[in-house]
Nanobody, 125 residues
């Protein structure tokens, strides 16, 4: 059974940093996979923030986080990270990681069948 556990959320002042972790179990990073970070803010639809495809190491970032967020993976720990720097109040949301076990470089276009429980990120002004 595939499970994803997020951690690292919290309250931070604008301009601060957080690192979110998504620990995966039930599959290993030796297999082809893609992991995406989604956000869902109150009253808004869920949207992808960043994703990573293991097939070719490609990454995707939505425009609003380019240059501030970095997605990375640690195969030894079966964990994907989202380093978030220069945080802004508009980054406030619940952040979810999601995974799919497919080989594709187009992580932003994939359907994700496995989801974590979410971690709250709150950025104060």
């Amino acid at each position: 059974e595939v499970q994803l556990v997020e951690s690292g959320g919290g309250l931070v002042q604008a301009g601060g940093s957080l690192r979110l972790s998504c620990a995966a179990s039930g599959f290993t990073f030796d297999e082809p996979y893609a992991i995406s970070w989604f956000t869902q803010a109150p009253g808004k639809e869920r949207e992808v923030v960043s994703c990573f495809s293991s097939s070719d190491g490609s990454t995707y970032y939505t425009d609003s986080v380019k240059g501030r967020f970095t997605i990375s993976s640690d195969n030894a720990k079966n964990t994907v990270y989202l380093q978030m720097n220069s945080l802004k109040p508009e980054d406030t949301a619940v952040y979810y990681c999601a995974a799919t076990i497919v080989s594709s470089p187009f992580c932003v276009a994939l359907i994700y069948e496995y989801w974590g429980q979410g971690t709250q990120v709150t950025v104060s002004s």
